[in-house]
């Protein structure tokens, strides 16, 4: 079985691609390392069956498309992962953001429908904006502001979420949507403005841990092996072309208690700087994964304190 992952050397297509390996695929993974990092490739690069390929899925289609014809194979699924996903780099690179999500999607599908492969893109539950509906379920169609400086993230992924499902309809490929809910652990890059990669190098360089707002407001964090798990299940399982499916962890934490169980863990002081609420930033975010324990036979295994312990982990090697 072949695999091409987008986005390959980033934090999730990395663990995928590892994920894969070791379940037996052969896996061409593709990167433009716009926000990837070729060390999160040496697991994969230690394997015979994992080629990369160096290339902007967002480019015209027969620039990066004659490099993966290299590899001389058809897929049997197409996991499109590439995009900027935290807010430094997705405010930094706004318009690649809107390109690989918009762009880089259709190509995707014009791909795997070529290849008469499945497909499964990676959206997000910023799809579902500042929510009004809580916890989120799939059907709920979001609050999302078109216009605010989250929405190069948030619109392309929600076009990408349209695109597809339109060539499901019109194309009648089989492909799948994962909306992929908070996710942390080994290979966060410090400094890309999430939480639990901020709090963790905070914690270890004995500095505040910057809250913004009052710290009330919630998220829901999902260890990465146990997401990529769900990936997996989804994209592979036969019978689900067309479905949408929240992967994510339903435990819900306030900002501040991520904070104190931060600093336990890291065995420091627990000291805060507050500063203010960026602009959209979601007030509560929680999935609901009934569909995904129906559908998959999937749920989150691993508690936040162990998941967190092993990225505070990650981080002291790495600083």
Same mark, same amino acid.
């Given at each position: 079985?072949?695999?091409?992952? #987008? ?15 070791? $379940? ?6 593709? $990167?433009?390392?716009?926000?990837? $990092?070729? *060390? ?22 027969? +620039?990066?498309?004659? *490099? ?20 430094? @780099?997705?405010? *930094? ?45 799939? #059907? ?13 993230? $948030?619109?392309?992924?929600?076009? +990408? ?18 909306? &992929?809910?908070? #996710?942390? +652990? ?9 939480? &639990? ?32 798990? +769900? ?11 067309? *479905? ?26 627990? @000291? ?12 509560? /975010? ?19 304190? &162990? ?8 981080? /002291?090697?790495?600083?």
């Amino acid at each position: 079985m072949l695999a091409f992952v #987008t986005g390959a050397a980033g934090f999730l297509g990395s663990h995928l691609s590892d994920r894969l390996l070791r $379940d037996g695929w052969s896996v061409v993974g593709v $990167d433009n390392f716009a926000t990837g $990092d070729p *060390r999160n490739l040496r697991e994969a690069n230690e394997s015979d069956r994992f080629t990369f390929v160096e290339a902007d899925v967002s480019e015209p289609w027969t +620039g990066w498309t004659t *490099r993966l014809d290299s590899a001389q194979r058809v897929p049997d699924v197409v996991l499109h992962l590439a995009s900027p996903a935290s807010p430094v @780099h997705y405010e *930094r690179l706004a318009l690649e953001t809107l390109a690989v999500n918009g762009l880089g999607t259709m190509h995707a599908v014009t791909f795997a429908h070529e290849a008469g492969a499945k497909l499964l893109y990676a959206s997000t539950s910023e799809s579902y904006g500042d929510p009004l509906e809580h916890p989120q379920r799939e #059907t709920y169609w979001g609050n999302v502001n078109p216009i605010g400086i989250r929405s190069c993230y $948030d619109e392309s992924k929600r076009f +990408g979420e349209a695109y597809v499902t339109t060539a499901v309809r019109k194309l009648g490929i089989d492909a799948r949507i994962v909306r &992929i809910f908070n #996710t942390y +652990g080994p290979r966060m890059q410090a400094g890309d403005g999430r939480v &639990i990669p901020n709090f963790c190098v905070s914690a270890l360089r004995g500095e505040a841990l910057t809250v913004y707002g009052d710290g009330s407001q919630t998220r829901s964090f999902c260890y990465v092996d146990d997401l990529i798990d +769900g990936i997996v299940r989804l994209a592979t399982r036969p019978g689900l072309g067309g *479905r949408v499916v929240n992967v994510g962890n339903p435990d819900e934490y306030t900002i501040r208690q991520l904070a104190e169980i931060t600093a336990r863990l890291a065995g420091v002081p627990l @000291h805060t700087e507050d500063r203010p609420l960026p602009p959209d930033d979601p007030t509560r /975010r929680r999935p609901d994964i009934a569909l995904a324990r129906e559908l998959l036979d999937w749920q989150p295994a691993v508690p936040l304190e &162990i998941g967190l312990a092993r990225t505070l982990d990650f981080f /002291r090697l790495t600083r």
